[in-house]
């Protein structure tokens, strides 16, 4: 059982003597966090990190977090019901603000299969920080890569509540940007993200 009230009491929060601007000028560019969501397997994770290669050989200051990872120690104690994957995507946006509010550009690949959960993560953000990027590749394709072999366990029974077999994957409606992850490269998706990142001025001040 998870919640989201405040239950410490006694406590005050404390301004940085240091400004967000003065770290983004630091850094040359923008605080804001890509949000990457789709099905498992298509592809969020490879484009997340290739971007951040690719904004890292750019002298940006990036960072990638992942579903995989992050369930390894900040949210090891969730599990992937509704209430536990809501939870999941709220831990991760308060950690996603604090990044952009170090300046950094945070480049996050959680399926997040929820709208309202996405939302809400969007609501945390100030204008422009939020960028929603939709890894669009059909479950017939991310059946047939299947890496970790899910969607066979889940098919056979063996993992129950998965997302989009037996559980829904709710498709953003207005992503800033729509990646077509069945025809498309690993490398010509990152691009593309880099592109629109440079076309609508994240990656300079």
């Not at 946006?93 to 170090?102: C, N, R, Y």
């Not at 300046?103 to 204008?127: H, K």
Request: proline share 2%.
């Amino acid at each position: 059982m998870t919640t989201t009230d405040q239950t410490a009491t006694n406590i005050t929060w404390h301004e940085s003597r240091v400004e967000r601007s003065a770290r983004e000028i630091l850094s040359g560019h923008r605080g804001v966090v890509v949000w990457f969501t789709g099905l498992s397997a298509s592809g969020k994770s490879t484009v997340a990190n290739e971007v951040d290669h690719l904004l890292h050989a750019q002298g940006k200051s990036t960072y990638v977090l992942d579903g995989d990872n992050v369930r390894h120690g900040l949210n090891k104690n969730l599990g992937f019901s509704a209430e536990d994957r809501a939870e999941n995507i709220r831990r991760i946006g308060e950690v996603a603000k604090l990044f952009v509010d170090s300046g950094t550009i945070a480049l996050t690949a959680f399926i997040s299969p929820y709208s309202a959960d996405r939302d809400q993560v969007r609501e945390l953000m100030g204008e422009r920080e939020f960028i929603e990027v939709y890894v669009n590749a059909s479950l017939a394709t991310c059946e047939d890569r299947d890496p970790k072999g899910l969607y066979a366990k889940a098919r056979a029974g063996e993992i129950k509540g998965f997302t989009g077999i037996d559980d829904p994957y709710e498709a953003p409606e207005s992503a800033e940007l729509v990646l077509d992850a069945d025809t498309k490269g690993i490398e010509e998706l990152a691009v593309e993200v880099v592109e629109f990142l440079e076309a609508n001025a994240y990656l300079t001040l």
